[in-house]
């Protein structure tokens, strides 16, 4: 059985609405988590011990990476970090002291593999990266699970890589920071409704909205009432809220 944990839905920084980016994706064999923002404290360490445990990074914005200073409070069997290649020496130098506690340094093994855009395979799923238009390098990805698709894309314009990834995708999370009526000139992230828009083109299955904009969005209403002027373009989504569960099978019936 899969499930996914909406740990983190808010982007730039926390308030009453939400903690920044973290998502769990939760199966049989492994535990996969999709950016590692504030939100990454609400992942139970039970449900990580002595498992598999896998972190794709989508960019290294301070508000997908908060969790890498609370690592240390699990004990998998084993963790396994995906990043992109032109952020590797980035990304070593801040997983270290004086950050953070050195992440060579845990008490279980742990890898870290700068990727490039392609497709990759590891025992229990497969997935693929994609390159973003966001203010830095980000990658989007999908992972292919036990024949279900999710894909994830937070931090970006609408770009045609966000099609890509998200096409026939069981269950589509997607950057909402924005609202519908807001001047999108010189920033890079997208619409609510451009989410809406997307998952009715790639013949999404669920669409399930994240990384609301911390100073867009004022209470979890707003977030509901932007995606209830959307729903004409798509109508089976979930708005994302901290601690909601999804599980694969029950919606996807």
């Not at 950050?99 to 845990?106: L, R, T």
């Not at 799923?125 to 036990?146: E, G, P």
Request: aromatic share 12%; proline share 2%.
């Amino acid at each position: 059985m899969t499930k996914i944990k909406l740990h983190g839905t808010n982007g730039w920084f926390e308030t009453e609405n939400g903690k920044t980016s973290c998502v769990g994706v939760y199966t049989d064999n492994c535990v996969i988590i999709l950016d590692i923002g504030t939100g990454f404290r609400d992942v139970d360490p039970n449900d990580t011990k002595d498992r598999q445990m896998y972190l794709f990074i989508s960019h290294l914005h301070l508000d997908h990476i908060y969790g890498l200073h609370l690592l240390s409070l699990h004990s998998p069997s084993c963790l396994k970090i995906y990043i992109p290649e032109d952020l590797m020496e980035h990304f070593v130098a801040i997983s270290k002291e004086p950050f953070v506690k050195s992440i060579e340094n845990m008490e279980y093994p742990v890898e870290i593999v700068g990727i490039k855009p392609n497709w990759y395979y590891e025992t229990f799923f497969s997935f693929q990266a994609l390159s973003l238009v966001h203010n830095t390098t980000a990658f989007c990805y999908r992972l292919d699970i036990s024949n279900k698709s999710i894909s994830y894309s937070v931090d970006t314009k609408l770009c045609e890589n966000v099609y890509k990834i998200s096409e026939n995708a069981d269950v589509f999370i997607c950057d909402a920071a924005l609202k519908s009526n807001d001047n999108a000139d010189g920033k890079f992230h997208m619409k609510i409704n451009e989410a809406f828009k997307v998952a009715s083109k790639s013949n999404v299955k669920l669409l399930i909205l994240t990384h609301f904009g911390a100073l867009r969005y004022k209470s979890i209403k707003e977030r509901e009432l932007e995606a209830q002027s959307a729903e004409s373009e798509f109508n089976n989504y979930i708005v994302g809220i901290d601690g909601k569960e999804i599980t694969l099978q029950t919606v996807l019936k």
